[in-house]
């Protein structure tokens, strides 16, 4: 796209040689002798640079300036001024404008300078569009679920988002950790700075100091040069520690002591470095149990579990399988390029009725991998992994047709649940609803609704 430019001047000749200089070059050009016809031209089409001269009639160029920041602001300013002026153009960088040229002009400076220009605008515009897709990628409205244990997740993750206290993760492998981390993090303040995962358990003990805190020159046989650590490259914003029990044990007391005082100290160094970090720490193991035979100190158990969330497990909310197989068969249709619509009602008996010991990820790996093998529009069992497609389906699952619609499906599903649970506490409403999370009169009415049978 032809960058649009508009130069503001009181001097007929300074504008018209501008214009006729930059549309030369290629540049869309407009022009406007004093700084109210100006911003009147930004309001009706938005430009992307706007030079513009200080002292003009009707709107001197500073007010110009800050008008233009508040109603545009991907536009970028350059100030023309007079060589006495250098204060005020050192004001009116202070105030926004991205650079200053001095009269009388050097067209062959300014060429440079705008080219220099634009490509810093197309990195920003990128990086700027890179970050808001991120943002929707990690935003807590996407993570999949709309049953009772994840909207509880939900409401924890939008709430500690705001705050900035140490957050602690527990849940099995494949639940999605490290999804939940992103959230918190891109639902921040700290959303403009970096997000910055280490995983404590793929790092060598000998190498663990360096990694999180750096080292000076010299520190070691291979310390050829000074390396930041993942404190300091994550200041500003969020580190994230995935597997945060594999810490070695002799250095959890220096990670407690970074997370108390803010700083940290280089593996050769003399000088403490201030850092400005949010911590969220992620766990599959029970932490409380590690602290008791001596394996986790407890002080930084303490100071980790200021607010914690865990996750369930995929066999905790079922009820969310096909939401998750949509969500996914969605992603994976965009990136294949791919037709395919869904899964038949075969299929998701089976999802539905499986022990995800790799919870959601599996599920995941699943899926894709069908996505690969699947030829029409439907995913069949065919397309499953074989070790899938030989497991058992449960009677009480089995007896929903294939030509069932998915409703139907969910439906026998959450009366087989019911059914078994009522049987398990032997027809006890309270304790059967308890277990269920909900209330002894939404147990009655799903009782009516799915049409349970009992005499009890």
């Known amino acids: 796209m032809t960058p649009r430019v508009l130069v503001v001047d009181d001097e007929e000749i300074i504008r018209d040689s501008l214009s006729f200089v930059l549309s030369k070059e290629g540049y869309e050009v407009e022009s406007a ?11 009706e089409n ?40 250098i204060e005020t153009a050192i004001q009116a960088l202070r105030k926004g404008a991205y650079d200053y040229i001095l009269k009388p002009l050097e067209f062959d400076e300014l060429l440079l300078r705008l080219r220099r220009l634009m490509e810093f605008r197309r990195l920003a515009l990128e990086n700027q569009m890179l970050r808001q897709e991120i943002s929707r990628e990690y935003d807590f409205h996407n993570i999949v679920g709309q049953s009772p244990p994840m909207q509880k997740v939900f409401r924890t993750i939008e709430k500690v988002a705001q705050s900035d206290g140490t957050v602690l993760i527990t849940g099995k492998s494949g639940t999605g950790k490290e999804l939940v981390a992103r959230a918190i993090h891109y639902n921040s303040a700290r959303k403009q700075s970096r997000f910055v995962p280490v995983n404590c358990g793929a790092i060598p003990d000998n190498l663990f100091e360096s990694e999180l805190f750096g080292h000076k020159k010299g520190a070691f046989t291979d310390a050829v040069t000074d390396k ?12 994230f520690l995935d597997e945060v029990s594999e810490t070695p044990l002799h250095l959890q007391v220096k ?23 949010r911590i969220i720490a992620a766990t599959n193991r029970n932490l ?42 969605e992603k994976f249709r965009s990136e294949m390029g791919k037709p395919i619509k869904g899964v038949d009602n075969q299929v998701m008996h089976l999802l539905m009725n499986r022990t ?23 995913i069949t069992v065919k397309d499953l992994p074989e070790n899938i497609r ?23 599903f959450e009366k087989n649940h019911i059914l078994e ?7 006890d409403k309270e304790k059967t609803a308890r277990a269920l999370d909900i209330s002894v009169s939404t147990l009655y009415r799903k009782i009516v609704e799915l049409g349970i049978e009992t005499d009890h």
Not at 421 to 427: D, H, K, S, V
């Open 33 to 43: 002798s004093n700084g109210r016809e100006a911003l009147q031209k930004v309001l």
């Open 46 to 85: 938005p430009h992307d640079i706007v030079i513009t001269d200080i002292e003009m009639p009707e709107m001197k160029g500073m007010e110009l300036l800050e008008k233009v920041s508040q109603i545009s602001p991907q536009t970028f300013v350059i100030i023309i001024t007079a060589y006495g002026s």
């Open 228 to 239: 930041d650590g993942m404190f300091k490259i994550a200041n500003g914003g969020t580190l």
């Open 255 to 277: 990670l407690l002591r970074a997370l108390e005082t803010k700083e940290i100290l280089p593996v050769g160094g003399t000088t403490p470095l201030k850092v400005d970090v």
């Open 288 to 329: 409380a149990e590690l602290v008791e035979i001596g394996k986790f100190r407890d002080d930084l158990y303490y100071r980790l579990n200021v607010i914690e969330i865990n996750l369930p497990s995929l066999s905790e909310h079922r009820e969310d399988i096909p939401l998750l197989v949509q969500h996914f068969i």
């Open 356 to 378: 995800w010991k790799g919870e959601v990820r599996e599920l995941q790996n699943v899926l894709e991998r069908a996505m690969i093998f699947c030829e029409g529009e439907y």
């Open 390 to 412: 030989g497991e058992p389906v449960q009677e009480a699952l089995a007896e929903v047709g294939t030509t069932t619609v998915l409703k139907e499906a969910v439906r026998q």
């Open 421 to 427: 649970l009522l049987t398990r506490f032997e027809f």
